[in-house]
């Protein structure tokens, strides 16, 4: 089955600064990369997805990258705030399946 | 907005107890999906149905784990008998085909 890999498991950025977490994915058939926000004790939350006939997606200060060729792809937050402290968690969907395997989280704490 | 509904919120039971949760999907998904969230890991997938049948139980532990979605709609995941070790936040998501997964507020479990 799939495998999703995502580092770092800690990151913490002074407010303003960018972030960005990486996942790698082990099926080459998948083709759906969702990325999911975690705030304590609430469910996880979609902030952006990208499929992979895309290898950019863009939406205000947070954009994912995809490369298939290296499978994998990144999240990127610039100008962070506070706010944007939280778990976050990349995801792979195989085509055909509809399982979505997710990635073991990144916790990012903003320093204002 | 529509929602994932979960009941209940928390749960605490004996080991060796019986112990069930309740998911309603979005109306008209016809994707649902049990995960289990361990305190600082990312979600992990026990069971994926589409419609009535079940497509991917592979990581469920079927000797005390069982799930059944009978009329394709909402959902119930049981324990029977509850361990120490499935303490954790059990979250059901939906999802329309390939689009995005939607998840619910969770049931947060201590076996104590």
């Known amino acids: 089955g799939e495998n999703v890999e995502q580092h770092p498991s800690t990151l913490s950025v002074q407010e303003g600064d960018s972030a960005v977490i990486k996942c790698t994915y082990s099926?080459?058939?998948?083709?759906?990369f969702p990325w999911y926000k975690q705030e304590l004790g609430k469910r996880p939350q979609l902030i952006i997805d990208i499929r992979s006939n895309v290898g950019e997606k863009k939406d205000q200060r947070i954009a994912v990258t995809l490369n298939k060729t290296a499978k994998h792809f990144s999240l990127h937050i610039t100008e962070t705030q506070p706010e944007d402290s939280a778990v976050y968690f990349c995801?792979?969907?195989?085509?055909?399946?509809?399982?979505?395997?997710f990635g073991k989280g990144t916790k990012l704490s903003v320093i204002p | 907005e529509a929602e994932v509904a979960q009941s209940p919120r928390y749960k605490i039971t004996e080991k060796s107890q019986a112990v069930a949760f309740w998911c309603d999907p979005i109306?008209?998904?016809?994707?649902l999906y049990w995960y289990r969230q361990i305190l600082g890991q990312g979600p992990e997938l026990l069971v994926q149905f589409q419609d009535e049948s079940v497509v991917d139980d592979s990581q469920l532990p079927k000797d005390r784990f069982s799930a059944e979605r009978l009329k394709g709609v909402d959902s119930t995941l049981k324990i029977q008998p509850a361990e120490l070790g499935d303490s954790a936040m059990y979250l059901c998501a939906s999802s329309l085909g390939t689009a995005e997964a939607f998840f619910g507020q969770g049931t947060r479990l201590t076996v104590v």
């Open positions: 109306s008209g998904h016809a994707t």
């Open positions: 099926d080459s058939a998948s083709n759906y």
């Open positions: 995801a792979a969907r195989g085509a055909g399946s509809y399982q979505l395997t």
